[in-house]
């Protein structure tokens, strides 16, 4: 994130947590956005704190995409199925890709 100039108090994510053998055991419930609608909630705050104008959410999930559904949210969404393709976001997507290639390539135009 510092590379790009993006403060760590800025940055959002997940936790995962891990069993003894090393298994998926779930997400930090700490984390707001481990929970329905804290993603949402996230970009909202963000966009309001700093002013922007204009927020593109870029996910996989449906979690994702509702940070575009809520008052002060993004303004569109972007759904990303270059791992796993979930019909729902890609309906709901307003642009869906399956690879950066195709993101990057429409931003280089």
Known sequence: AG???VAATDIFANTLLFDDSGAFAGH???E??????G????VADLKSRHGFGTVVMIGDG????EARDVP???DAFIGF???AVRE???????WFVESFDDLTSALDE
Do not use: I, L, Y
């Open 3 to 5: 590379a790009v100039g």
């Open 28 to 30: 930090d419930v700490n």
């Open 72 to 74: 002060g949210g993004a």
């Open 88 to 94: 729902k976001v890609k309906a709901g997507a307003d």
């Open 62 to 65: 449906a979690t994702d995409m």
């Open 81 to 83: 199925g270059g791992v």
């Open 32 to 37: 707001p956005t481990s929970r329905k609608g």
């Open 39 to 42: 993603k949402a909630k996230v």
